[in-house]
């Protein structure tokens, strides 16, 4: 039960509801900003449709022009196909993530039908933040037994740089994140009482099975949070619920790989799986995800936060009372920590690349965990509710300044927006010339959504196709993949009269806009 000097549940709800508003109008905001596609929010399209597989793997999609509605088709679902839903079990079987995420993006993105939209994705983040800073508020709830500092907490969440990118990047990650999120809600229910009701149970086997179906790393988050709660079961002596919650998790776990059996494929077997080989050696890698982890969360203003009541966790665990801040803090605290540390050690040990996407289905956790660092400890010493109060906020609004983004987030794409603008305001044709083995063509996908044609050749054929093109004398747009010696190339066709104007670079490649007709 809420205390006293706390908000009334009427005054919480409307200052929940105004800050959910304002925080998805924010997101819409963003979303009208984003002005590319990155390769795997490609994929994310590509692996929903019922196309199983990518253009750049289809007979035809080498040396020939093809229309703006070629590449639309691999991005957007007909209606006629939207019953093959068995598809997209079959394409994420051959791919290395679980089903979940592209069932639902399939059904946001059927209104679109034959034309493509971003927001087909965006719609169905925005829809996952809106449950998730929901959840987020009846966690922190919990947690501190305090509905202002719940909000204080939501709110940080929602400004933060990672669950803005998590909306913005068309992934599964912030639905990962969300069911992560259930969890721990579950979990912390779980264990409120000694025997819990059977709704906290069915509620933590949805979460698991939904977690599993979304991100395997959910189910790593899984097993983090269950270490704590074996452990603190097993101090009870309560056998009984321990052997109840077995049986909930071996039942989600076996109707699991009833739905998707590929998922023991993916994970001791797959090239993303357990046996995932990495170039730099552990200790590198811990760094690293150390560094972003803390940079992500302020940096130096997390440390200075953490500073001012970090010393004081000990004191808070140590006390001999069990109810209050002590006792909350020793039940919910470690597992917390044990959820924070567990994903640390995943990341370390088996993230393919060091990125801050790998962040997301665990970053509500990371944010609970710095603010029950501050909180309990700070119930414990302020033994005066107002100053114990302004303390709280005080070091919730250090937490803000170091979480709030300073510049666009990563996922806007900003600096490729130049790219867009040119394509949009003058439509040509377009050529890609790319490597052999090149599999980055998909980041520059939807350029060629934008522009009337493409075509895309092989390295080895560039030379024949430019020529073709100046011969057209029509002005046109080229794309070098890496590798390509576009300097060389662009000094060629400036030696042959041609007008070369360059826009700007993606990932992938360099565009620029060539004119035949004059130097």
């Not at 709660?229 to 052997?243: D, E, P, S």
């Not at 006792?327 to 044990?338: D, I, K, S, T, V």
Request: glycine share 6%; with cysteine; proline share 4%.
């Amino acid at each position: 039960m809420m205390k006293k000097r706390d908000l009334s549940r009427r005054s919480a709800a409307l200052l929940l509801l105004a800050a959910v508003l304002l925080l998805a109008a924010l997101r819409v905001y963003l979303g009208g900003q984003k002005s590319y596609l990155h390769m795997d929010e490609g994929y994310s399209y590509g692996l929903m449709n019922a196309a199983v597989q990518s253009p750049v793997d289809a007979d035809d999609f080498f040396n020939a022009w093809h229309p703006a509605s070629y590449y639309i088709d691999y991005l957007t679902v007909d209606r006629s196909e939207w019953g093959e839903v068995y598809r997209v079990f079959e394409n994420q079987a051959n791919d290395v993530h679980p089903p979940l995420y592209y069932l639902l993006l399939r059904l946001f993105a059927l209104p679109f039908d034959t034309h493509f939209s971003m927001w087909s994705g965006l719609l169905l983040n925005l829809l996952v933040f809106v449950c998730t800073i929901l959840l987020f508020y009846k966690t922190a709830c919990l947690l501190f037994a305090k509905r202002y500092i719940a909000l204080c907490a939501g709110v940080l969440y929602g400004v933060s740089n990672v669950a803005l990118n998590a909306f913005l990047y068309i992934r599964m990650y912030a639905m990962a994140d969300c069911f992560t999120l259930l969890m721990l809600y579950a979990f912390v229910r779980l264990l409120q009482r000694r025997r819990p009701a059977a709704h906290h149970a069915a509620l933590l086997a949805l979460a698991l099975f939904c977690g599993a179906m979304t991100h395997y790393y959910c189910v790593a988050a899984a097993v983090f949070f269950s270490l704590w709660y074996v452990i603190w079961r097993l101090r009870q002596k309560n056998y009984v619920q321990l052997f109840v919650f077995l049986g909930v998790c071996t039942a989600a776990a076996q109707i699991f790989l009833m739905v998707f059996p590929a998922a023991l494929h993916h994970v001791f077997g797959g090239y993303r799986g357990v046996g995932q080989g990495h170039a730099e050696p552990l200790a590198v890698r811990a760094k690293n995800y150390l560094q972003l982890i803390f940079s992500a969360q302020g940096g130096l203003w997390l440390l200075a936060a953490l500073a001012v009541c970090g010393a004081a966790v000990l004191f808070c665990l140590r006390k001999e009372a069990r109810g209050g801040a002590a006792g909350a803090a020793r039940r919910y605290l470690p597992l917390l920590f044990f959820g924070a540390a567990g994903a640390f050690a995943l990341l370390s040990l088996h993230a393919p690349y060091f990125e801050l996407r790998y962040l997301m289905p665990f970053w509500s956790v990371f944010v609970l965990l710095s603010c029950a660092l501050i909180i309990y400890p700070l119930r414990v010493l302020c033994r005066a509710g107002k100053a114990r109060g302004m303390a709280a906020v005080l070091c919730c609004a250090l937490l803000f300044c170091g979480m709030v983004p300073r510049d666009a987030p990563e996922m806007l794409y900003t600096e490729r927006r130049v790219l867009t603008d040119a394509v949009r305001a003058e439509p040509l044709r377009l050529l890609y010339i790319m490597e052999e083995k090149e599999n980055r063509w998909l980041d520059d996908l939807y350029l060629f959504v934008l522009c009337p044609q493409g075509k895309t050749v092989r390295r080895a054929d560039g030379a024949a196709a430019l020529d073709a093109l100046r011969d057209a004398a029509e002005p046109f747009y080229l794309m070098m993949g890496p590798g390509t010696e576009w300097e060389n190339t662009k000094n060629s066709l400036l030696a042959q009269g041609c007008a070369v104007t360059e826009i700007g670079r993606s990932n992938a490649a360099w565009l620029l806009r060539v004119d035949p007709r004059h130097a």
